[in-house]
């Protein structure tokens, strides 16, 4: 995923705001919001966290500062182990061309000590959005790990994946209804991204987004459903 | 049929909550981290062993209607969620070893699955 070919791909299926989201960091976000410059399109800078039950929690912010704080925060709650690129593959940080930066050495797929609670509240104090990620999914999911979404859990959404049907979805999650549901691609591939999630917001920046996610203020957000 | 107090004495258990409740009889038992797979698997009675100690242990294993629950390596829940297994009368089991260690000395007691407990 080269950062002006996530933008061109952007473009091409008429996003106007996407997120990157690596495993535990974040350092590849700021080098696609370079080559995302006068594209019209808004690139969000955030993580996608492992919690201490191994639930992943999408971690969106709305300015850059708030995000390295984060991401420094999670990774002084990571374990210091070195990465096995033969099992994880190389974790490359590259720069707005998609030039080869550095290589991260540590290990990113692992889990920060901390529960799915607490990483909605450090998210939450720190300005962002935290979105349960791909909960129908079997694993790394709030509710595969945890049986069903948490009493005190304070998420602002959560997100399902491209596949989840309505019909079936919240027949078998019925706890899902109480909540704002997204769709993102959760694109590792160009011809993964797509276009599924609408927001109507004010702001192209996207800092509306939590109250879109609430229906407050005229704001919205609607998933493009596939055909049951 | 071996109690929740057997358990605790062969196996160097710190008992975390529900210190009036250990003479529950350990039917059956089970091991997972994903909760989803507890609720489907785990049967009333029996002993859950897990390194898993969010909120949600104790709900599943009242829910269940579980003998009690082994935490393992260390997995220490917040004094709140001990508060909620107090109340809830779910048996919380602390100890340092890992599940692989804890399910050998269980078997070891007799304790099975369900499934093959008949």
């Given at each position: 995923?080269?950062?002006?070919?996530?933008?061109?791909?952007?473009?091409?299926?008429?996003?106007?705001?996407?997120?990157?989201?690596?495993?535990?960091?974040?350092?590849?976000?700021?080098?696609?919001?370079?080559?995302?410059?006068?594209?019209?399109?808004?690139?969000?800078?955030?993580?996608?966290?492992?919690?201490?039950?191994?639930?992943?929690?999408?971690?969106?912010?709305?300015?850059?500062?708030?995000?390295?704080?984060?991401?420094?925060?999670?990774?002084?709650?990571?374990?210091?182990?070195?990465?096995?690129?033969?099992?994880?593959?190389?974790?490359?940080?590259?720069?707005?061309?998609?030039?080869?930066?550095?290589?991260?050495?540590?290990?990113?797929?692992?889990?920060?000590?901390?529960?799915?609670?607490?990483?909605?509240?450090?998210?939450?104090?720190?300005?962002?959005?935290?979105?349960?990620?791909?909960?129908?999914?079997?694993?790394?999911?709030l509710i595969s790990?945890?049986?069903?979404?948490?009493?005190?859990?304070?998420?602002?959404?959560?997100?399902?994946?491209?596949?989840?049907?309505?019909?079936t979805g919240y027949?078998?999650?019925?706890?899902?209804?109480?909540?704002?549901?997204?769709?993102?691609?959760d694109a590792h591939?160009?011809?993964?991204?797509?276009?599924?999630?609408?927001?109507?917001?004010?702001?192209?920046?996207?800092?509306?987004?939590?109250?879109?996610?609430?229906?407050?203020?005229?704001?919205?957000?609607?998933?493009?459903?596939?055909?049951? | 049929?071996?109690?929740?107090?057997?358990?605790?004495?062969?196996?160097?258990?710190?008992?975390?909550?529900?210190?009036?409740?250990?003479?529950?009889?350990?039917?059956?038992?089970?091991?997972?981290?994903?909760?989803?797979?507890?609720?489907?698997?785990?049967?009333?009675?029996?002993?859950?062993?897990?390194?898993?100690?969010?909120?949600?242990?104790?709900?599943?294993?009242?829910?269940?209607?579980?003998?009690?629950?082994?935490?393992?390596?260390?997995?220490?829940?917040?004094?709140?969620?001990?508060?909620?297994?107090?109340?809830?009368?779910?048996?919380?089991?602390?100890?340092?070893?890992?599940?692989?260690?804890?399910?050998?000395?269980?078997?070891?007691?007799?304790?099975?699955?369900?499934?093959?407990?008949?």
């Open positions: 995923m080269i950062p002006p070919l996530i933008v061109r791909r952007a473009q091409e299926l008429g996003l106007g705001l996407i997120a990157i989201t690596d495993h535990n960091a974040c350092d590849n976000a700021s080098a696609v919001q370079e080559a995302a410059r006068g594209s019209g399109v808004t690139v969000l800078p955030g993580l996608e966290l492992q919690t201490r039950e191994e639930v992943h929690i999408l971690c969106l912010f709305f300015s850059s500062q708030s995000c390295r704080q984060w991401h420094d925060h999670v990774q002084a709650l990571l374990p210091d182990l070195p990465n096995d690129e033969d099992h994880f593959g190389p974790q490359f940080v590259v720069d707005a061309t998609g030039e080869w930066a550095r290589t991260e050495e540590r290990l990113l797929a692992a889990s920060a000590d901390l529960t799915v609670e607490e990483a909605v509240q450090g998210v939450h104090s720190l300005g962002g959005l935290a979105i349960a990620a791909h909960v129908d999914r079997p694993s790394y999911s790990n945890l049986g069903f979404i948490p009493q005190n859990f304070r998420a602002d959404a959560l997100e399902v994946t491209p596949r989840f049907v309505p019909s027949a078998k999650w019925p706890q899902l209804a109480d909540w704002p549901l997204v769709v993102s691609s591939r160009l011809c993964e991204m797509q276009r599924r999630t609408l927001f109507r917001i004010a702001d192209p920046k996207g800092s509306d987004l939590p109250m879109a996610l609430r229906g407050e203020g005229g704001r919205s957000a609607r998933v493009h459903w596939p055909a049951a | 049929m071996v109690t929740l107090r057997d358990v605790v004495r062969k196996l160097e258990l710190e008992v975390l909550t529900g210190e009036g409740l250990l003479d529950r009889p350990v039917s059956s038992g089970y091991a997972a981290d994903l909760l989803s797979c507890v609720i489907a698997r785990a049967k009333s009675g029996g002993v859950w062993v897990t390194l898993q100690s969010h909120a949600n242990v104790v709900a599943v294993a009242s829910l269940l209607g579980l003998a009690g629950v082994i935490v393992t390596e260390d997995g220490r829940p917040d004094d709140d969620i001990l508060a909620r297994a107090e109340s809830e009368g779910v048996v919380l089991l602390g100890t340092p070893s890992t599940t692989f260690t804890v399910v050998g000395s269980l078997t070891a007691l007799g304790v099975r699955e369900a499934s093959s407990a008949v």
